[in-house]
């Protein structure tokens, strides 16, 4: 389990590609990785992946082709950073919201807004996912919790501090950009219940 409370940034430093199957290698700040073990899970733009490898600062996670297929992940180049978080344990204060690491789509980047004391982004989700958007319900962005703006369609916007901006990569969000989008599990659950009710009462 996350919290969508992101820990920092890490660097891709080396990608080994194969078929339908990718090994990312990523330097984390040390402290970051303390204690880690070869099967912990660390959460990527939100994506749940498990270690494979550690030596030193370098830590190394295996990609399969669904994860590759649903995320922003198989996009990414020698270089460019990624949002971690480690996975909660029992104890830890929750100070987002209860995120599984299970990626239900991307969204694009529709439209940056930014000035000296704001920052807003607007994004665009497939329409089958539009049902699950609600102003003011939890959303995860690349594995970052956030309060939903507004909303119209399959269109939401969020609004991001300065503190959000300084520890994640989203402040390198531009236009046309894919971004990892978890649902709220509550929502998901509670909007599928509801719908499948009032399918079985129609038919």
């Keep these: 389990m996350f919290t969508g409370i992101v820990q920092g940034t890490a660097e891709i430093v080396e990608i080994i590609n194969r078929k339908a199957f990718r090994t990312h290698t990523l330097r984390f700040p040390r402290k970051s990785i303390e204690g880690l073990q070869p099967g912990a899970s660390i959460a990527h733009n939100g994506c749940c992946l498990t270690v494979t490898a550690l030596h030193d600062d370098l830590v190394s996670f295996d ?26 344990r029992f104890g830890d204060e929750i100070g987002g919201h209860q995120m599984s690491g299970h990626i239900l789509c991307t969204a694009k980047v529709v439209e940056v807004i930014s000035s ?18 609600f102003t003011k319900g ?15 369609g399959a269109e939401f916007d969020v609004n991001l501090i300065p503190e959000t901006l300084a520890r994640t990569n989203i402040g390198g969000r531009r236009p046309g950009d894919r971004v990892n ?8 659950a509670i909007v599928d219940t509801v719908e499948r009710i009032l399918s079985q009462r129609e038919s």
Excluded at 138 to 152: K, Q
Excluded at 181 to 188: A, F, N, S, V, Y
């Design 138 to 152: 939890y959303i995860g962005v690349d594995g970052i919790s956030l309060t939903i703006g507004r909303v119209s």
């Design 116 to 133: 000296e004391n704001n920052h807003q982004i607007r994004f665009t989700l497939p329409q089958e996912y539009a049902h699950y958007l």
């Design 63 to 88: 990609l399969m082709q669904e994860t590759l297929r649903v995320t922003n992940l198989g996009e990414l180049e020698q270089g460019d950073r990624v949002n971690f978080e480690r996975a909660a």
């Design 181 to 188: 989008i978890e649902i709220d599990p509550q929502t998901q």
